[in-house]
């Protein structure tokens, strides 16, 4: 009776020993690579929303709260060639149709944005997943805090829903606010949120 | 927006615009397996719901703690491990003091160790709600899986329905069987897609 | 030479006649989620494979040594084990595939091709036939959905290899008239369930011409879970034979 019990413990115990081990093995050998893959691509992204920037500052973390929920955020100081700064590009996050989405949003020295980039979106193939194109992304160059979405004919600090998708439209100017408050109290107004 | 006004949201997006089985296509197996009978496809959902909630209340302390020494990267591992372990551990428990209920539920629970639905939903809210482990997110992760369960039983429970119309139907020939049953399912998606606009005009 | 024919039997197998997503109606969430490209459609395949024929093996070798009482568990353990790896390593070197197909990827651990294959075949054959046999079994997976995602995304987006960064800069190539309407549908969830159906009725036709039977919803043999399933009236379960008369 005590064999019947001690065996498939020891064995199963060494399966699950081993399992760990090996995973420990490959994470040590690609954990790297993905930390680097992260970096590249959140560098080349920089390059498009701030595409005046010549170089850009250390990164700074922290949570932010806005509209009720509570995210990571983290920020770069955008400089010209002479090290001049010209503003900031910021990465916020906001929940989407399909999960999280992760908006970088380039915002410069009179709190206008510069451009924005998907770093992580994974939205429904054929709606929400026609934010990354061109087309929607232009449309946030140029505007100011509080931006907001029209499903119809946007007109000022408004900016076109997507078609059957406005959730999506809507997390990711919310992500985009987001960076345009954090800009407005954090950095300029000195504040120190969270 | 506050805090219950959100719950809510995510609760009604979960039930219908983000149906597991009908948008996201998670738990197509017992979908297509377990929705002939009504009785059976209610059993089945029932034990599903219930599956998904004990489930996400233990992984998602388990998240945490997996975060705080750095070893998110087992997280598949340590999920699957656990549910499995907690499926079998309420099924024993439930045999031996609720009879009556294991009668009911207790023998689809073998089954939904390996039903992706309950992986899926533990997975998706480590990553929309995994943003940090205070309360608030541990409220909306449990109110997400709670939509999640009773979405999969209303598409369950529908599609029983659906089927049971289909057994009287002259179909023709080349599609008896199973590809008639997926064309089905497809009208049912169908007129789900239609609630997409509800839940934001809803709660806008 | 005997051994050589048995081995290509056990490849070919997995191919067609008995293809786990048209022939034994496994693995039908990954199917229907990811086969919205081709691009997405092959990932998916490649990682369940990797996947399939490396917990096939281990298996195969550990056979003797896993105790029967905790044999479920110990394959779960080897597949999850086997899965993250595939995770890792999709998102160190593959980080666009890793985007697409997100939480699916995980999810292979739940496949039942796979748990199925580990205790309908690995769990009771030698190392090289388990091996050939995940393989066939994997090919024959990456078929079925390359047939879906070609469809969908034929049809869908009008696009065709969309997705490979090679092929004009991600967006694949465009086909006429069909890029400038494309059919939305296909590619949103009833559009799946659609062209998975009418995959299925091909399927069958084929079968049926070679005298082959039609492929069964759930036939209780495929199941990995079936040695444990107390569902008593085995109809509910098994309700293929009676949809198919």
């Known amino acids: ?194 | 927006m506050s805090y219950s006004k959100e719950l809510l949201s995510i609760f009604v997006t979960y039930i219908l615009t983000q149906n597991f089985i009908l948008s996201k296509f998670l738990g197509i197996c017992p979908f297509l397996g377990v929705s002939k009978k009504l009785n059976t496809a209610v059993g089945m959902s029932a034990a599903v719901i219930f599956v998904m909630m004990i489930s996400t209340a233990v992984t998602y302390p388990i998240f945490n703690l997996l975060t705080a020494m750095g070893l998110e990267y087992l997280e598949t591992i340590v999920f699957i491990l656990v549910i499995a372990a907690l499926v079998q551990l309420v099924e024993i428990a439930m045999k031996k003091y609720i009879p009556s209920l294991y009668n009911a539920l207790g023998i689809y629970l073998p089954l939904i160790t390996t039903n992706c639905a309950v992986l899926g939903v533990v997975l998706l809210n480590i990553d929309t709600n995994g943003y940090s482990g205070d309360l608030a997110n541990f409220g909306r992760a449990m109110v997400c899986s709670l939509g999640a369960g009773l979405g999969f039983m209303l598409a369950m429970v529908m599609f029983a329905g659906v089927r049971s119309r289909l057994e009287g139907a002259d179909i023709p020939k080349f599609l008896k069987g199973l590809p008639i049953t997926l064309i089905a399912a497809s009208l049912t998606s169908l007129s789900f897609l239609g609630f997409a606009g509800l839940v934001e005009n809803m709660f806008a | 030479m005997a051994e050589k024919k048995s081995l290509g039997k056990e490849f070919t197998k997995g191919l067609i006649k008995e293809n786990p997503v048209l022939r034994l109606v496994l693995g039908t969430c990954p199917t229907l989620a990811v086969t919205t490209s081709v691009s997405s459609a092959v990932g998916m395949g490649l990682s369940a494979t990797a996947v399939l024929v490396c917990s096939n093996i281990v298996i195969s070798l550990l056979r003797k040594v896993i105790p029967p009482k905790v044999r479920i568990p110990a394959y779960i353990v080897v597949i999850a084990s086997f899965v993250t790896i595939v995770q890792m390593v999709v998102k160190a070197f593959l980080p666009d595939l890793n985007d697409k197909l997100g939480v699916y990827l995980p999810l292979i651990v739940v496949n039942c091709i796979i748990l199925g294959r580990a205790e309908a075949f690995a769990g009771k054959n030698k190392v090289l036939p388990s091996a050939v046999d995940g393989l066939g079994m994997g090919v024959g997976f990456t078929i079925a959905l390359c047939c879906m995602g070609l469809v969908r995304e034929t049809l869908g987006s009008g696009t065709f290899l969309s997705g490979v960064s090679s092929i004009n800069n991600g967006s694949g190539l465009a086909i006429p008239f069909l890029s400038q309407h494309p059919m939305l549908i296909f590619v949103l969830a009833p559009g799946g369930f659609f062209v998975f159906g009418l995959l299925m009725a091909c399927a069958n036709k084929l079968a049926e011409e070679k005298g082959l039977p039609k492929a069964v919803l759930h036939g209780c043999e495929n199941c990995p879970m079936a040695k444990s399933c107390t569902i008593k009236e085995k109809e509910n379960c098994a309700s293929g034979e009676e949809v198919a008369k």
């Open chain 1, 1 to 194: 009776m005590k064999k019947a019990i001690i065996i498939p413990t020891i064995s199963l115990f060494l399966i699950c020993l081993f399992a760990t081990l090996l995973l420990g093995v490959v994470n040590g050998v690609t954990e790297e690579k993905i930390a680097q893959n992260a970096i590249i691509t959140e560098e080349n992204s920089r390059k498009i929303v701030m595409a005046d920037a010549k170089s850009f500052g250390e990164k700074t973390e922290g949570e932010y709260t806005f509209d009720g929920t509570t995210a990571p955020y983290s920020y770069v100081e955008a400089l010209d060639e002479n090290g001049n700064s010209i503003g900031y590009v910021f990465v916020t996050a906001s929940t989407g149709y399909g999960g999280k989405i992760s908006t970088m949003t380039g915002i410069d020295k009179d709190g206008k944005v510069t451009g924005i980039e998907f770093l992580e979106i994974g939205e429904t193939v054929g709606l929400g997943m026609n934010a990354t194109k061109p087309t929607f992304k232009e449309q946030f160059k140029g505007m100011v805090s509080g931006i907001s979405v029209n499903k119809n004919a946007p007109s000022g600090n408004e900016i076109k829903a997507l078609t059957g998708a406005t959730i999506t439209s809507k997390a990711v100017t919310k992500g985009v606010n987001t960076a345009l408050d954090i800009y407005e109290n954090v950095i300029k107004g000195g504040a120190n949120n969270g």
